[in-house]
């Protein structure tokens, strides 16, 4: 689906798309696409996926380790997500093209704080190129390692539920081994 805000449409064309692709789907119009085998991670090659675990470290520390590069490859197996991922795939050759230039070695071997200023240098804008926008990408690499942390498991992500514990959330309060908190009587509930 396009994006609205990078497209130039206005919100009229953006609702008239929107409405068509759903019209498509009712009706059976839509080309069907079987999604890709998990692991195949067809959205980038390996050296690139190091790019990304490095930089989302970077960014949340810890995410790896929950499962973000998980989540991006359920996330981009989806055909909505397809130009997300190849945006995801430029992004870490140009942070890996950078580091090279700047600091001749990989990002994955650049100091922390090379890989951070590496980093700001995007969220600013300082990493564009034809066809790619630094500052969007940033955007959008912080948004989803943060799903990736924070969503539900099922996902792809928050693996061992890590990033719900940092925030102190649970993912059932009503477990069945605290279901008498809402059944007992003696609570004085009015249900």
């Known amino acids: 689906m396009t994006d609205p805000v990078n497209n130039g449409l206005s919100r009229r064309q953006a609702l008239v798309v929107i409405a068509g692709a759903g019209a498509a789907g009712l009706c059976g119009c839509r080309e069907r696409r079987e999604p890709a085998a998990p692991g195949s991670r067809a959205w980038t090659a390996p050296d690139r996926r190091a790019v990304l675990l490095a930089a989302s470290e970077r960014m949340f520390p810890g995410a790896g380790a929950a499962g973000a590069l998980e989540f991006f490859d359920r996330l981009f197996e989806s055909p909505a997500y397809a130009g997300v991922g190849q945006q995801f795939d430029v992004a870490a050759r140009v942070l890996e093209s950078v580091a090279r230039q700047r600091h001749k070695q990989g ?85």
Do not use: I, Y
Request: proline residues 6%.
């Open 107 to 191: 990002f994955t071997a650049c100091a922390p704080a090379d890989q951070d200023a590496l980093l700001v240098g995007m969220r600013k804008g300082e990493l564009s190129g034809r066809g790619f926008d630094g500052n969007l990408f940033f955007k959008r690499f912080m948004v989803l390692t943060l799903e990736s942390l924070l969503g539900d498991p099922k996902h792809g992500g928050n693996r061992d539920q890590v990033g719900w514990s940092l925030v102190g959330h649970h993912a059932c309060h009503f477990a069945p081994q605290r279901l008498e908190l809402v059944t007992n009587p003696a609570r004085g509930l009015p249900w």
